[in-house]
Nanobody, 123 residues
Framework: QVQLVESGGGLVQAGGSLRLSCAAS????????MGWFRQTPGKEREFVAR????????NYADSVRGRFTISRDNAKNTVYLQMNSLKPEDTAVYYC????????????????WGQGTQVTVSS
């Protein structure tokens, strides 16, 4: 089974930055679209960003566009999420996702998930 391990979460003040990393194993990483989702207690898991297998196609949620950047290094089997200008509403558990079916898109219905990393943004 695919294994995804997130790291890089923590506590940061509003306006600060964090870089999340997701190390993948157990899959053909370069053939899988990857993404980041986030979730707060009592709410549905929310799409944040995705990147195609080649890195040539990316997409972002409106709430993070212009502040977050997703990237991948296939040689390292790692996907990143650079988060700048963080806001308190960005506070959530962030999950790395690997598509089981697509080289371009990631959806909750077809993804394998990491265990998550907590991001807390203080006012």
């Amino acid at each position: 089974q695919v294994q995804l391990v997130e790291s890089g979460g923590g506590l940061v003040q509003a306006g600060g930055s964090l870089r999340l990393s997701c190390a993948a194993s157990g899959l053909t990483f370069s053939n899988s679209a990857m993404g980041w989702f986030r979730q707060t207690p009592g709410k549905e898991r929310e799409f944040v960003a995705r990147i195609s297998w080649s890195g040539g196609s990316t997409n972002y949620a409106d709430s993070v566009r212009g502040r977050f950047t997703i990237s991948r290094d296939n040689a390292k089997n790692t996907v990143y999420l650079q988060m700048n200008s963080l806001k308190p509403e960005d506070t959530a558990v962030y999950y790395c996702a690997a598509s089981r079916t697509s080289k371009v898109f990631v959806a909750t219905s077809d993804a394998s998930w990491g265990q998550g990393t907590q991001v807390t943004v203080s006012s």
